[in-house]
């Protein structure tokens, strides 16, 4: 799977639209310099130690591609160990070094499963999103469900940063793209799931929560799952004032409402909600089982394991693993370790382990 | 002893939009008891004999002074507010007086650029703890929902590549939904609420376009009849034209409070955007300029503060 990157925006290190906007401070960032500062030299000041540890780690993902064949697993050893602001300062320093962008490098170097993990953690990852939304909209019904996912799973400003990211990419909104490629119910739930820029405050108001309990539960006991109340309130309520509504739907009428949800097993569109309702109330689990599923299918899924690791490993992976751990009784290393071989496994499991360096 | 023309100063400041504080404080304020009691027996528009023996001010007319008082302490207000607290502030009033002022919301979504609107939206968090569109979605009941979401959900894309066989299949849809409007709502149609709420502007103006080449007329035109969709289509592609129209509604004999407040409305949020455009298209329309139009029809210090507004940059 090629991935065709046009990033000369960044390469330029010019202040293009969106792409450079706040990164989340990652506190293991944190941890990884302070680890090259302990291990390399002692009375240097931060701000020059980060600036050489750049330099350096372009200097040798550019050996790792000298010469016949690549070497992988010094690609693996420094990507999988940085976080998102340091991949960003490798790309602009690779670019001004080398005249070349690093993604194309990669691009030609790598092939695969392999070339997919190490492309997509190299995106920024409002690109990340912008990217595997557009591959989404792009294919069968299936993939409606990585839109629910970005949708659903990221803070409002994740998203948000992924739509500017989209604009500038392709030319066009989300939206647009989202609305054109689905039709019916389908269309009716994900565009305003996309369009949607939440209210992230924790405030809920109970009496809302009751009657909109009600509403839902009457819905769905008419089978109206596409009911515009059921969008709307799935669509644009704030997490927390959702999580309440629910609470209140499983106190007043016994089950959650996932269990009401699975009344068709091979209904689509029931599966698309059930998976929008996990997102916005229990995203660990929806990717828990996710992962779980992707593992388990013969042959593997591969995009899956991919899309789950790359897009979690700086935001809840540890939570995650917990979950898979509890959930399957071994630990998702060993899982992955299992079921995925070579460059590809090595990658994983770095990505993986990211989180607790 | 007060004389005529003083009388008829003094209701030429009580009517209209705004009030004349000079000519108030210069007649009014130098009336006897006598002069003001002749008045109000001259004045049977705004005094009415009442049974016991007294000129009793007529309620409404009261209840009208209080907004032309106000007209300035309103623009004042919403001038020196941020857009973005302008924008929520202005859609979530229109949310709450209903049906007939949804046409501010569709204005706004419409009218601002992407990022306006989403600064519009940020704020709207902050005054009012929901989102706008959770709070539109709740509150519209009516068929024009749809289209409203869409609307203040909106993230256009703002660049000016466009896709000319797609905007062209876009028109043929649109007309063909027009057509069929006997049958079914336009405005509950899937695909033009789909078209009118996530494409970008060029994308739309490319459309509005191609649907005159087919059609022969504008698309404006054939959707005379579906109020909120004429709008919108005005306020995506040809703004200055949009707020022309309303302009010269705040200027009718008849026009209602809704319509006059426009006139504040307008002025101000525009002052810093495309005044310059809507000026310009309301002499073509109305055959004179917009500050001459103020100059006649407002009064006092808020017909000051709304020249000075339109006259900036020139």
Not at chain 1, 70 to 77: A, K, Q, W
Not at chain 1, 276 to 296: G, M
Not at chain 1, 339 to 355: C, Q, R, S
Not at chain 2, 36 to 57: A, H, M, V
């Amino acid at each position: 799977m090629r991935l065709d990157m046009h990033m000369s925006c960044v390469a330029a290190g010019s202040s293009g639209p969106a792409l450079f906007l706040c990164h989340p401070v990652i506190s293991c960032g944190v941890i990884q310099f302070s680890k090259i500062l302990r291990v390399k030299m002692q009375n240097e000041t931060v701000k020059r130690m980060a600036t050489l540890s750049v330099t350096e780690d372009c200097e040798q993902l550019r050996k790792a591609f000298a010469g016949w064949g690549t070497n992988e697993g010094l690609i693996i050893s420094i990507l999988a160990h940085r976080n998102a602001a340091q991949i960003k300062s490798i790309r602009q320093t690779y670019a001004q070094t080398y005249g070349e962008d690093l993604l194309k490098d990669l691009n030609k170097e790598l092939s695969n499963d392999f070339e997919r993990v190490v492309l997509l953690w190299t995106l920024d990852p409002a690109e990340r999103d912008a990217f595997l939304a557009n591959e989404a909209t792009k294919r069968w019904t299936s993939s409606n469900q990585v839109l629910v996912e970005i949708a659903c799973t990221r803070t409002s400003q994740q998203l948000l940063l992924a739509k500017q990211a989209y604009h500038a990419r392709f030319k066009r909104s989300l939206e647009e793209d989202v609305a054109y490629h689905t039709s019916g119910d389908f269309r009716k739930l994900l565009v305003p799931l996309v369009g949607t820029y939440r209210y992230e405050g924790e405030e809920v108001n109970m009496t809302l929560a009751k009657s909109e309990a009600k509403i839902l539960h009457e819905k769905i006991s008419e089978k109206a799952y596409n009911h515009e109340d059921v969008i709307r309130i799935l669509a644009t309520r704030s997490k927390a004032q959702i999580n309440a509504t629910l609470n209140h739907y499983k106190n007043e009428f016994g089950n959650d409402i996932n269990k009401d949800l699975k009344t068709d097993p091979k209904d689509e569109f029931l599966a698309i909600l059930r998976a929008t309702v996990k997102c916005l109330t229990r995203p660990e689990k929806y990717f828990e089982k996710v992962l779980r599923l992707a593992i388990n299918k013969r042959g593997t899924d591969e995009g899956a394991l991919t899309r789950v690791v790359t897009t979690r490993a700086e935001i809840d992976m540890k939570i995650i693993k917990e979950e898979y751990h509890k959930r399957n009784s071994v630990t998702l290393d060993h899982a992955i370790g299992k079921d995925t071989t070579g460059d590809y496994e090595k990658m994983l499991l770095a990505l993986i382990g990211h989180g607790d360096a | 002893m007060a004389l005529s023309h003083e009388f008829q100063a003094l209701t030429k400041s009580f009517s209209g939009f705004g009030v004349d504080e000079k000519s108030m404080i210069s007649i009014l304020g130098k009336w006897h008891q006598d002069d003001r009691k002749s008045y109000r027996k001259g004045c049977p528009q705004f005094f009415t004999q009442d049974d016991r023996l007294f000129e009793k001010w007529d309620d409404r007319h009261v209840a009208f002074l209080k907004h032309e008082f106000l007209r300035l302490k309103n623009a004042v207000v919403l001038w020196t507010m941020h857009p973005w607290e302008r924008d929520a502030r202005l859609m979530k009033e229109a949310l709450v007086k209903g049906p007939q002022a949804y046409a501010v919301i569709i204005e706004v979504a419409s009218t601002r650029s992407s990022e306006q609107l989403l600064g519009a939206r940020r704020a709207y968090h902050s005054l009012f703890d929901h989102s706008i569109e959770e709070d539109v979605a709740y509150h519209i009941n009516d068929s024009c929902r749809k289209l409203l979401v869409g609307l203040v959900s909106s993230y256009r894309y703002e660049g000016p590549k466009v896709n000319e066989e797609i905007a062209k299949s876009e028109a043929k849809t649109l007309f063909a939904a027009i057509k069929n409007a006997d049958k079914k709502n336009p405005i509950e149609d899937e695909e033009v609420v789909r078209i009118l709420t996530t494409r970008s502007k060029p994308h739309l103006k490319a459309i509005f376009k191609h649907y005159k080449e087919i059609n022969g007329k504008n698309i404006d035109e054939d959707l005379d009849d579906e109020l909120s969709l004429d709008e919108t289509m005005q306020c995506l592609c040809t703004p200055q034209t949009y707020f022309s129209k309303v302009l010269g509604a705040a200027f009718q004999n008849d026009a209602d409070e809704h319509a006059k407040e426009a006139l504040t409305r307008v002025i101000v949020t525009r002052a810093d955007d495309d005044m310059k455009e809507i000026k310009e298209e309301y002499q073509k329309k109305y055959g004179v300029s917009l500050s001459k139009k103020i100059e006649d029809a407002v009064n006092g210090n808020y017909k000051d503060f709304l020249l000075t507004l339109i006259a900036r940059g020139e």
